[in-house]
C-alpha cells in the first residue's frame, strides 16, 4: 500500500472516531447525565486524544521512530522572534474569513466563546492553546504534510491546510483553518522544524486565550454589557440592512488591512527562510516530488463526512 493511501486511512480513521464518539456520548449522556456536564478541559482532552493517539500509533506501526518521519529539530531565536511577528502580521487575514463566514453561521464562533467562559487562565493557556497546537501540527503538518510533499508539494501544502480545516468540522473554523494551514505548512518549509508551525499555531491560540480573559475584565470597568450572544443563523438572519451594510463595511475595511500585512508577512517570510538557510530550497521546493497519486477513495469519504457535519451544525443552528 503507498504511503498516500495509508495516511488517508488515517484520516478517515480520525473522522470517523471523532464523529462516532461525539454521537456516542450524545447517546450515552441520556442514561448517564454526568456525561452530558463534562468539563470543557475534559472535552478537549478527549478531542485531542481521537487526534494524538491514532497518529502515535501510526507513526509506530509505519516507521518506529517518529522523528523519521516528523522534522523536529530546534529553531534559533531570531527565528522563534520572526515567527511570531510573521503569525501576528497574518492575523488579519483570520480576521476577515472568520468574519465573513460569521454571515452565514455562527456555530464555531459559539462553541469557542463557550469554552473561554471557565476563565482559568492558566488551564485554559495550557489546553487551548498548547495542547492544540502541540497534537494538531502533529497530525497535520507531521504525518500528513510530510507524507503527501514527497509527491506533490504544491498539493500538500493546500491538502494539509484543507483537511486541517475539515477536521474542525464548523464553517467558522473551516474557513480561516484552511488558510492558517497553508501558512503553517510554508513555516514548516522555511525553518525546517515542526516547531515553527507549532510556536505559531499556539501564538494564535494563546492570543485568542489571554484575550477572552481580559476583554471581560475591561468590559467590567468601562460598564459594557457582558451579556451580548452571538445569534444563532449567522449574522444576516438577525441584521437590519444598515447594521448588515456596516459590517460588510467593516470587512472590507480590515480586507485592506489583511492585504497590506500579508505582503508584509511575506517578507518577514523570506528572512526567515534566509536565516535559516533554506530559501534556495524554497524557490525550488515546487519541481520536487514523485507525482505519485494523492486523491484516495478513503480520503474523499472522509472529506465528504467532515462537510456533512458542517452542513448539519448549520442545519440545527438555523433550526433552533
Given at each position: 500500500m503507498s504511503e498516500n493511501k495509508s495516511v488517508n486511512r488515517l484520516f478517515l480513521t480520525v473522522i470517523l472516531l471523532y464523529v462516532g464518539v461525539s454521537l456516542g456520548l450524545s447517546v450515552v449522556s441520556v442514561w448517564i447525565p454526568a456525561l452530558a456536564k463534562m468539563s470543557n478541559y475534559s472535552s478537549i482532552l478527549l478531542s485531542q486524544s481521537l487526534i494524538f493517539i491514532p497518529g502515535f500509533i501510526y507513526c509506530k506501526k509505519k516507521y518506529g521512530k517518529i522523528r523519521e518521519v516528523i522534522p523536529y529539530h530546534k529553531i534559533n531565536i531570531a527565528t522563534i522572534i520572526l515567527v511570531i511577528i510573521c503569525t501576528y502580521l497574518m492575523y488579519p487575514v483570520i480576521i476577515v474569513l472568520n468574519a465573513i463566514s460569521m454571515l452565514f453561521t455562527t456555530s464555531g464562533t459559539t462553541a469557542v466563546m463557550n469554552m473561554m467562559q471557565e476563565q482559568n487562565l492558566i488551564l485554559n493557556i495550557l489546553f487551548m492553546a498548547v495542547l492544540p497546537a502541540c497534537v494538531e501540527e502533529f497530525m497535520f503538518r507531521g504525518i500528513l504534510f510530510q507524507t503527501y510533499k514527497r509527491s506533490r508539494m504544491f498539493l500538500a501544502i493546500l491538502l494539509s491546510g484543507f483537511l486541517f480545516g475539515c477536521m474542525h468540522m464548523n464553517l467558522n473554523q473551516?474557513?480561516?483553518?484552511?488558510?492558517?494551514?497553508?501558512?503553517?505548512?510554508?513555516?514548516?518549509?522555511?525553518?525546517?522544524?515542526?516547531?515553527?508551525?507549532?510556536?505559531?499555531?499556539?501564538?494564535?491560540?494563546?492570543?485568542?486565550?489571554?484575550?477572552?480573559?481580559?476583554?471581560?475584565?475591561?468590559?467590567?470597568?468601562?460598564?459594557?454589557?457582558?451579556?451580548?450572544?452571538?445569534?444563532?443563523?449567522?449574522?444576516?438572519?438577525?441584521?437590519?440592512?444598515?447594521?448588515?451594510?456596516?459590517?460588510?463595511?467593516?470587512?472590507?475595511?480590515?480586507?485592506?488591512?489583511?492585504?497590506?500585512?500579508?505582503?508584509?508577512?511575506?517578507?518577514?517570510?523570506?528572512?526567515?527562510?534566509?536565516?535559516?538557510?533554506?530559501?534556495?530550497?524554497?524557490?525550488?521546493?515546487?519541481?520536487?516530488?514523485?507525482?505519485?497519486?494523492?486523491?484516495?477513495?478513503?480520503?474523499?469519504?472522509?472529506?465528504?463526512?467532515?462537510?456533512?457535519?458542517?452542513?448539519?451544525?448549520?442545519y440545527m443552528e438555523r433550526a433552533v
Open positions: 473551516f474557513m480561516y483553518a484552511f488558510a492558517l494551514g497553508i501558512y503553517l505548512a510554508f513555516l514548516v518549509e522555511a525553518t525546517g522544524s515542526i516547531f515553527s508551525s507549532m510556536l505559531a499555531h499556539f501564538t494564535l491560540n494563546v492570543t485568542s486565550v489571554i484575550m477572552s480573559f481580559l476583554l471581560p475584565i475591561l468590559y467590567d470597568k468601562v460598564g459594557v454589557n457582558q451579556n451580548l450572544q452571538v445569534q444563532a443563523g449567522g449574522f444576516t438572519s438577525t441584521m437590519e440592512s444598515n447594521e448588515l451594510l456596516m459590517f460588510l463595511m467593516g470587512i472590507a475595511i480590515w480586507a485592506v488591512i489583511a492585504i497590506g500585512t500579508t505582503c508584509a508577512a511575506v517578507g518577514i517570510y523570506i528572512a526567515i527562510c534566509k536565516i535559516n538557510g533554506r530559501w534556495d530550497y524554497v524557490k525550488r521546493m515546487f519541481s520536487i516530488g514523485t507525482k505519485e497519486k494523492i486523491i484516495t477513495i478513503s480520503l474523499v469519504v472522509g472529506i465528504l463526512i467532515s462537510f456533512f457535519m458542517m452542513g448539519m451544525h448549520i
